[in-house]
């Protein structure tokens, strides 16, 4: 990494010529070194290690046996029988996680994007409300706002059922809502995805104005709704969590109690394959909910349910959880931080967040050379997300962003890959300069 660290403190706008081209070249060469040394190193997926998914072991001791399978209201989680919410006290658990009381909280199997995903496709096939018209028969195409960056797997959702997507500006603290409110103001825009606590990828809370504009704020369409996916409630890399207002009762307190779509899980908390979906809602929500997802199943893993509420308790239990997954995870990101200061900072080559939570790193690399750090971090071993998926249809209009996931590899790895990647943005960087001189020598 001689020629990445050697450049560190040179501004690469103001380098001459000859400076860029000394630099290109030595750039190049440990390129090359890194194509030799034969590595694979993967930064794609935010997916919890080894280590942190072990934290759950309990998991697999919590219900013993068959006189073990009886919930605190009597139910046989081995059978059919019980509330197609899920039990009492695993809503319980979950609510102050889910901002919502029990009555108004859904368990279900491992994937709040199952969940998400048939909110959606009730909406379009039944309406948003009973007596509502589905939004699959409106003569054109319905919208959603996609703030972006965002998560790659709410925009295929909407790509998947030809729900057109409008990207809207993240500001660090949450979408830009002078857009959003203009938006909202066509009543074709019948709903908006929102990652509101340690963002996927860009690892902002949104502040308490915008959770309050987003409550308040008049929409045409008078069946809009917020998908709020809360994925990351829980995921702090520091000692304390932000604090995020609960957008059911602002929604409520505005007099839009039906805008909120609340979802969480316990993918990252638990067990990712094998953990709860959570979905909280108004009133009048939760019953159009459970209306229709009456035909698709008799009802969710209570038993994987009696699993969780055994081996936590109480949501004090889960707070100390959290500080266990952060104890293994906050070094990994400290890692990347590091090497991105050490080798990107002061060059003008990149941008990079530094979150306080969630699972990810959003680096913005030069304009119009994302794909080209992507090809060049692929050739040397460096696995990354695609350049543009984390915007709507993969189009990411400046070509600027990269999403890391820090949490799975080894912190070694995990060093080694940001290391190589800090080359290939400083080598596509000095490429578009002198592309870009060259065209006006």
């Not at 979802?263 to 908390?269: H, L, R, V």
């Amino acid at each position: 990494m001689q020629a990445a660290e050697a450049i560190a403190a040179t501004y690469l706008p103001e380098a001459s010529t000859a400076q860029l081209r000394d630099l290109s070249s030595r750039l190049q060469a440990a390129h090359a070194a890194l194509k030799a040394a034969g590595r694979e190193l993967n930064l794609t997926r935010g997916k919890p290690a080894t280590e942190q998914v072990a934290l759950s072991d309990a998991l697999l001791t919590a219900v013993t046996g068959r006189a073990d399978c009886l919930a605190e209201d009597g139910t046989d989680c081995t059978n059919y029988y019980g509330s197609p919410q899920g039990l009492i006290e695993t809503r319980r658990l979950f609510a102050p996680i889910m901002g919502a009381p029990p009555e108004q909280i859904l368990i279900g199997n491992n994937s709040s994007l199952a969940l998400m995903h048939d909110a959606v496709v009730f909406a379009l096939l039944t309406g948003a409300r009973d007596g509502g018209e589905p939004w699959s028969r409106s003569r054109t195409p319905i919208a959603f706002l996609c703030p972006a960056p965002g998560y790659d797997r709410h925009f295929a959702i909407c790509e998947q059922y030809g729900i057109r997507m409008i990207p809207v500006r993240l500001t660090g603290h949450g979408p830009d809502m002078d857009e959003v409110e203009r938006l909202v103001a066509d009543p074709q825009v019948k709903g908006m995805w929102c990652v509101p606590k340690y963002s996927n990828p860009t690892g902002e809370t949104y502040a308490p104005e915008i959770v309050e504009r987003l409550a308040r704020m008049p929409a045409a369409a008078d069946d809009f709704r917020v998908l709020w996916d809360n994925a990351y409630a829980v995921h702090t890399l520091t000692e304390t969590l932000d604090d995020l207002v609960n957008f059911i009762d602002a929604c409520a307190r505005a007099g839009h109690p039906d805008r909120a779509l609340v979802f969480a899980s316990t993918s990252k908390i638990t067990y990712a394959q094998a953990g709860l979906g959570l979905f909280a809602a108004s009133p009048t929500n939760m019953a159009w909910y459970l209306k229709r997802l009456a035909s698709r199943t008799i009802g969710p893993d209570k038993l994987n349910q009696l699993r969780h509420a055994r081996m936590f308790g109480d949501a004090a239990a889960i707070d100390r959880h959290m500080q266990r997954q952060r104890r293994l995870i906050a070094p990994k990101f400290q890692a990347v931080q590091d090497v991105f200061r050490a080798q990107l900072g002061g060059t003008g080559a990149a941008r990079w967040t530094e979150p306080r939570g969630g699972y990810f790193i959003s680096l913005d690399v030069t304009e119009g050379c994302a794909k080209r750090v992507a090809m060049l971090a692929k050739d040397c071993g460096v696995a990354v997300v695609p350049a543009g998926r984390t915007f709507p249809y993969g189009r990411d209009p400046n070509d600027t962003n990269l999403r890391i996931a820090p949490t799975f590899p080894p912190i070694e790895e995990v060093r080694q890959a940001a290391q190589a990647l800090a080359t290939c943005t400083l080598l596509a960087a000095t490429e578009k300069l002198l592309r870009d001189r060259g065209a006006n020598d």
